[in-house]
């Protein structure tokens, strides 16, 4: 869907982004995710055709869209961090708008503009003044005008920052409507846990570069030494720990009184032969899953500890 080559931003002699390659799959909810000052906004500007490259391309379909601006406005949205103040304008008079900026008819915009409220949930406030909305609906208001051109690709900065959780659960149930209409969204955190549970897929940037990218369980698979695994046979504990603790690639085996976890640093493989060993011994086995691992400490790992 989109492909990033080499892009380079420098202002002045500080490079900002820095050879950054990334491949984002159609249908996908891409994090993007950075401490401050990775270069997200940069990144997320030159895509949006705000800022200019100082080197290499982003491609959709194999076009440049670097070389052709007025294309890659018709199929990217764009998001910003800022909402921008807009003194004196309802949220109807807002969204017309952009339509008159986008070059929609006259007679097409009432009913989109209804469209695109409704799918932000914000139709109930279309005559009240923008200014008088709530952070959260400001920033639904702002997805909304983003798509006013039906593009195929969004691009979010930071959609989920400053938000409640209330509307952070809002916004990820707008993302999953976005992708069951056919959209792409790439959207930016400098949190990876407020990522993670809406995205199909993350990039990690640091200092201007991809260190990681990947579905949140394969970064953590490849990063994650010691993976950490939790067993709950119905009865037999002792028996269960015994077997376990015989397995060269098991450590730290913790045994409760209903339950277990251990440490395992081998292949899927391996631990698919443990459940059979624990299970051929005639223990029956309720749960055996892997711990969600604690994903703050992955980033902090990734990108060299400078989080935020
Ligand atoms: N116009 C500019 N002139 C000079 N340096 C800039 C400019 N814009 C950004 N930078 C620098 O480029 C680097 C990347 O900034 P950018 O805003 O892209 O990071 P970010 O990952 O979006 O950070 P944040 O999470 O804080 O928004 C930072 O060191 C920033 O200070």
Known sequence: MLEIKDLVKKYGSFTAVDGLCLHVSQGSIFGFVGPNGAGKTTTMRIMAGLLPATSGGIFMEDVDLTKNPRLLRSKIGYMPDFFGVYDNLKVTEYMDFYAGAYEIPYKDRPALIDDLLEIVDLSHKKNDY??????????????????????????????????????????KEILKQLQQMGKT????????????????????????????????????????????????PLDQVEKAAAILREQPSVQDVIENT?????????????????????IAAGVSV????????????VFMQVTGGDAQ
């Not at 990039?203 to 950490?228: C, F, H, N, P, W």
């Not at 309720?286 to 400490?297: A, D, I, Q, S």
């Open 286 to 297: 309720v749960t055996f899953k892997e711990k969600e691992g604690n994903l703050e400490e």
């Open 185 to 232: 969204v790439i959207i930016s955190s400098h949190i990876l846990p407020e990522l993670a549970e809406m995205c199909t897929e993350v990039g990690i940037i640091d200092r201007g570069r991809l260190a990681a990218q990947g579905t949140v369980q394969e970064i953590m698979k490849r990063l994650v030494q010691k993976r950490t695994i939790y067993l709950r």
């Open 258 to 278: 209903l339950d277990l976890e251990f440490h395992f640093d081998g292949s899927d493989q391996m631990l698919a032969e443990i459940l059979r060993q624990v």
């Open 130 to 171: 923008v200014d008088a909305l709530s952070r959260g609906m400001k920033q639904r208001l702002c997805l909304a005008r983003s798509l006013i051109h039906d593009p195929k690709l969004l691009i979010l900065d930071e959609p989920a920052s400053g938000l409640d959780p209330r509307a952070r659960v809002e916004m």
